[in-house]
């Protein structure tokens, strides 16, 4: 397996525009995350899906950000309008059988700036 | 808001020496895992101990637990200039939520 696939892998875009990043999970895993990770903030967890199903969205900062799983093979995270706070390394991870607390596989990242 | 706190937040060894992080979290927990993280890279998972468990090995890792105190820890024998990374401790509370900590940036001298 290729493991969990973010695209783009660097993304720089200006104040204002609209971001899309992209995330394929592992096939046959049932559970999406969405972290961002600052310095500041460290790795913070924004939404996860359970079957497609976003469950709990309470990290998500703002109306500007919005998540989406169409299917079980496919993630998105869009902010728009976007603001330069919102430059950080945003990852995407997948799990299955989340009964039992298993583990998160992690994508590589996308490295967003805002400028 | 973050549930696990590593300490220190950084840790600078020699080479062949024992690296020891540790986690303090505030609620209850059913597991609490370690990650790695090298520079530039998604998180690597390490290690998971359950809640009714008070210590676990995995090769160099040794991971204790102790849920009277909300708190872990990670021992890394015989370190290696390749274990440079951050860790961090990340727990599950039950509701399918995995909080990270603010992890240990570990830094082995060769």
């Known amino acids: 397996d290729a493991g969990v696939i973010q695209s783009p892998r660097h993304e720089v875009t200006e104040m204002g525009q609209e971001v899309t990043l992209r995330c394929k999970p592992i096939s046959g895993h049932d559970y999406l995350f969405w972290y961002r990770q600052t310095m500041m903030r460290g790795l913070e967890l924004l939404i996860y899906?359970?079957?497609?199903?976003?469950?709990?969205d309470s990290g998500m900062p703002e109306d500007r950000f919005s998540a989406k799983m169409p299917n079980a093979s496919f993630s998105t995270l869009k902010i728009q309008p976007s603001e330069p706070r919102d430059s950080a390394v945003y990852f995407c991870a997948s799990s299955s059988n989340r009964g039992g607390g298993e583990k998160l596989f992690f994508g590589s990242g996308t490295q967003l700036s805002v400028l | 808001s973050q549930q696990g706190e590593e300490d220190p937040q950084a840790l600078s060894i020699q080479e062949g020496e024992n690296a020891t992080m540790n986690c303090s979290y505030k609620?209850?927990?059913?597991?609490l895992q370690w990650y790695r993280q090298n520079s530039g890279r998604g998180l690597v998972h390490l290690i998971l101990i359950r809640s009714n468990e008070r210590e676990k090995h995995s090769g160099r890792l040794r991971v204790t637990l102790d849920t009277s105190k909300k708190s872990s820890s990670l021992l890394i024998t015989a370190s290696r200039a390749a274990d440079t990374a951050s860790y961090f401790c990340a727990t599950d509370a039950g509701g399918f939520k995995t909080i990270f900590g603010a992890g240990t940036r570990l830094f082995v001298k060769a």
């Open positions: 899906f359970n079957n497609n199903v976003p469950i709990d």
């Open positions: 609620t209850s927990i059913n597991n």
